[in-house]
């Protein structure tokens, strides 16, 4: 049964995996996963981690990306996700879900979901999303307790405190690095550096910061798409596309329900589906009838 189910590879064995990544110097590349399903489709395609998006979360429930998810929900789909994958997953706790002790709190629980490493911003509750303006930041004091908070409640040495910075937009380029310092200086194991403009000011952080520095390469936001091997050039470790599966499928969904309802019939589409085989390949159903030889006596052939 190993590896079914849920992956083989521990926790443990995949925080450790995280860490060597980020000192390894080739870059971590995290798609965002909007369900446990395309985890198991990142890992196939060969990415180095998972990452599970607030905006994702927030947009799988039909949410705006303010600070409306509990630390339940969040908790509750890392551990999904995580679940099923061999690959670190990294999650976004947005502030915390509180103060300093419910930073210290938010830690424990995704540890125990089994996530390798999270990250937690600067911005004050209710936060939104960092490529929307009108963002505020608390004091960088108020930031640093709650990386102490978060250092300090975490079992694991291994599992990743990436403090993040929303204050390029906010008060501009040399203030967000002095954060950043301070933050790698309160004991962040990696700085996300969001909502940066160009390659210049990707340099301009790497120079100045010597922790490991993640990169966000979302769509539609105020950030250039640099490619990865190039932020693997400026000398990053890590870059998440958050919300790229879950915008591939909404288009390619919102298209067929169109087309669907024009057409009468899906039949005209079916070539722009994932066929039946290529998801029970994916779920592994062979797998389950190595253990259970009735799960899979049935046959494809003969289907559309
Ligand atoms: C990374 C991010 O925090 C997320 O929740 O995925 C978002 C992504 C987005 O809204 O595009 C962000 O604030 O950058
Ligand atoms: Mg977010």
């Keep these: 049964m190993t590896g079914l189910i849920t992956a083989a590879t521990s926790a443990d064995d995949k925080r450790t995996a995280l860490r060597a990544g980020l000192t390894s110097g080739t870059i971590q590349r995290l798609p965002g996963a909007f369900n446990p399903l395309t985890a198991k489709l990142i890992q196939e395609v060969g990415f180095e981690g998972v990452y599970v998006s607030g905006a994702v979360v927030s947009a799988d429930l039909a949410l705006p990306d303010i600070g409306l998810t509990t630390l339940s929900e969040v908790t509750d ?159 990053y470790n890590a870059v998440i596309y958050p919300v790229t599966t879950l915008r591939l499928a909404m288009f390619a969904a919102e298209e067929g329900l169109r087309g669907l309802a024009a057409e009468g019939t899906q039949a005209g589409m079916l070539d722009r589906m994932q066929h039946r085989s290529r998801l029970y390949e994916l779920l592994d159903y062979e797998g389950y009838n190595a253990f259970d030889g009735s799960v899979y006596d049935f046959t494809l052939e003969g289907g559309a």
Aim: aromatic share 6%; glycine share 8%; net charge negative.
């Design 77 to 235: 789909r890392s551990r999904q996700i995580a679940r099923v994958t061999d690959l670190p997953t990294f999650v976004d706790a947005d502030t915390g879900f509180g103060e300093p002790m419910n930073v210290a709190r938010t830690i424990t629980h995704l540890e125990g979901a089994g996530v390798a490493g999270c990250h937690l911003e600067d911005q004050v509750n209710p936060k939104r999303c960092g490529h929307l303006d009108g963002k505020a930041v608390v004091p960088a004091a108020d930031m640093v307790r709650r990386i102490g908070a978060a250092v300090g409640a975490r079992r694991d040495a291994d599992f990743v405190v990436c403090a993040r910075t929303d204050a390029r937009g906010i008060e501009g380029l040399p203030a967000a690095i002095d954060r950043a310092k301070a933050y790698a200086d309160a004991g962040a194991d990696m700085i996300f550096t969001e909502a940066l403009a160009d390659e210049a000011e990707f340099e301009e952080f790497r120079e100045a910061v010597d922790v490991p520095l993640l990169a966000n390469m979302t769509e539609f936001g105020k950030s250039e798409l640099i490619p990865a091997q190039r932020l693997q050039d400026i000398g």
